[in-house]
């Protein structure tokens, strides 16, 4: 619906139902008047996007410049909408969908997701396997990199009553899922983990090596998350290691800059440099070289030092690069998210400053 | 394809075929081999994976454990794959792709992507209407969040021919689109631009705020980069601005955070610190509060510290949170990569250090 040479739609629609395409003047004016100011649109542009087919109906465009369309055509009503994710996105949710739901059957699919990490989707299906019987809805497994989904859905024709009926299986499934289940509002995880970090009040540093800034980026997705995360350092070169956060140069000589006890010095000096109450940390390999016989690329150690000392895991995540980073950024994520369910760490319920460490 | 109970595929291929659906003891086998170690798979998970109908070719799956299917039913040739996409892919690209091109006719359809950066498909497709008439290739724009995707295609039946053509399009094109173009390849700008950082040996610190250590994420996105970025500090406080890299506390008191002066001092406390070539900052408001009449959501200053003084551009970008996050951080890398094309920066010709500053 653009106004480039590719944009062929509105002229197939118009051929197809047999209308020409003619200048809307209303619409010429409302785009003359979006694109005043510092981003003009030069007429032909503007022109090209008000041409319509004769007689359709418009459906606004909230984030973009080329309208919905709505025609009926041989009994058939027919949608147009503009290709750019976002837009088709926002006109479907608010023009589209609401007309629907009037015009179609009372019949409709009502879905709920529960979200799970750090679980496979066939060890899921085995878990699940003694609650299935009972539930009465319909189950798929939508496995992520970041984790599996479970679509719980069914068919309806009462909101209510199928939103009780999927909460009921729900509810059924939550136990066996145990702290797997992050959401069941198809949050994402680093959403779940930053409003946990703001409703309890505790602040956070974050120091990464491997993950290249991305627990940093995934945090601040999250709206009022300056209010917790103070202070993240990518300290990707071992010189940055040493001075940005503290951690002892003969250390890293010692046990190399991927080792159980880096991570632990990372998350201890983020966490006293940023003067917080969390120090999380990654260090490892995510390839594709570097990699060694002992060290293998996927190798990551993910530190989390709190008020009651320092945990340390170890793992090796699969994958490409990408894949790698991701994986570890989600596991350190969800690294705090099982240390705020242990409630080790409340704000005025602090244990006092403990030395020892319960680095696994 | 997978273990689940809602992946029903093999059956309902099995049943369209009139073919039982049996175990594949060699399947069997090499699943056994791939699950054991530290992930096991249960012997149901594998005798589920391994049931296949009657008769049918077995496509290895590099990636994952459910193999691709491939048989023939009434002369047509049916291919099954599993629908995670990264499995689907590969198992497409190395073993579907192949058999189709000996398959299919000799005709396809060939395609050369120019990536470009910093202008919209409108004013895009203004600007390539004197060479419009001379290319003979077919033109898609492909308007993304980072930037618009020019896609040049034809349709052939040889290889070598259809790449001359598209080549002889790009070259006519690429030079009515500047420095706006950034790939003929298909990549990603900061792979560019981390390929253009690794190739001058130019060394880089970064200073995130608002985009809260995705500039980082994206520049270790690039396997070697860690030749180039030596530290990436997200000051996402004030308290962090200060004391991480340096900038004056009545600074900020009196021009604000989200100002040009601050972008600068970000960026030049950084280029210190971490001892690089060059130094980059972003300040801003994400939102999607935080915004003011004179401040609105969406202001972001970016700063380039830089051997011959400080670059800060100042930018106003439309979306949610995400968005905004992402267009300053394109900006800011596709900054470095101006920079870099100017040749400013090479090392060994350094123009010694001036104090001047070309704000802008």
Redo the contacts between chains.
């Keep these: 619906l653009?106004?480039?040479?590719?944009?062929l739609t509105k002229e197939a629609v118009a051929l197809a139902a047999g209308r020409e395409l003619v200048l809307d003047e209303g619409l010429v004016q409302e785009l003359r008047r979006r694109f005043r100011g510092?981003?003009p649109?030069?007429p032909?542009?503007i022109r090209d996007l008000a041409r319509l087919p004769r007689g359709c109906r418009t459906i606004a465009n909230p984030?973009g410049a080329a309208v919905g369309l709505d025609l009926e055509l041989e009994g058939s009503r027919i949608f147009v909408l503009p290709g750019?994710p976002?837009e088709m996105e926002a006109i479907f949710t608010q023009g589209v969908e609401p007309m629907l739901r009037r015009l179609g059957s009372r019949e409709f699919t009502k879905t709920l997701v529960l979200r799970t990490v750090g679980i496979?989707?066939?060890d899921?299906?085995?878990k699940l396997r003694a609650v299935?019987p009972a539930l009465e809805v319909?189950?798929?497994?939508l496995?992520l990199?970041t984790g599996v989904d479970i679509r719980l859905s069914l068919d309806a024709s009462d909101e209510g009553e199928a939103s009780g009926r999927l909460e009921a299986a729900a509810e059924r499934i939550a136990p066996v899922l145990g702290r797997h289940l992050y959401s069941r509002r198809g949050q994402e995880l680093h959403a779940v983990v930053g409003s946990m970090l703001m409703a309890r009040g505790l602040t956070i540093g974050?120091a990464?090596s491997?993950?290249?800034?991305?627990?940093?980026?995934l945090?601040?997705?999250v709206?009022?998350?300056?209010a917790c995360?103070?202070?993240?350092?990518?300290?990707?070169?071992n010189?940055?290691k040493v001075?940005?956060l503290g951690v002892d140069e003969n250390l890293i000589s010692a046990q190399g800059a991927v080792s159980s006890q880096v991570a632990q010095a990372m998350a201890r000096g983020v966490r006293e440099?940023?003067c917080t109450r969390l120090g999380l940390s990654t260090t490892g390999i995510?390839?594709?070289?570097g990699g060694s016989a002992g060290k293998p690329v996927g190798l990551v150690y993910v530190g989390l030092a709190h008020s009651g000392g320092c945990r340390v895991t170890e793992n090796?995540f699969g994958?490409d690069?990408?894949?790698i980073?991701l994986r570890a950024a989600i596991h350190a994520l969800d690294l705090v998210r099982h240390h705020m369910l242990e409630g080790r760490d409340q704000v005025g319920k602090d244990k006092g400053l403990h030395s020892g460490s319960d680095q696994r």
Excluded at 223 to 226: D, L, R, T, V
Excluded at 230 to 236: H, I, K
């Design positions: 653009g106004p480039t040479e590719d944009d510092h981003r649109a030069s032909e542009v984030v750019v976002r496979r989707e066939s899921l299906a085995l299935r319909r189950l798929g497994y496995p990199t974050v990464e491997c993950t290249g800034g991305l627990i940093g980026h945090l601040t997705q709206p009022g998350i300056s995360l103070e202070l993240d350092v990518v300290a990707y070169s010189r940055s001075e940005s440099r940023a995510a390839g594709p070289s090796i994958g690069r990408e894949t980073k």
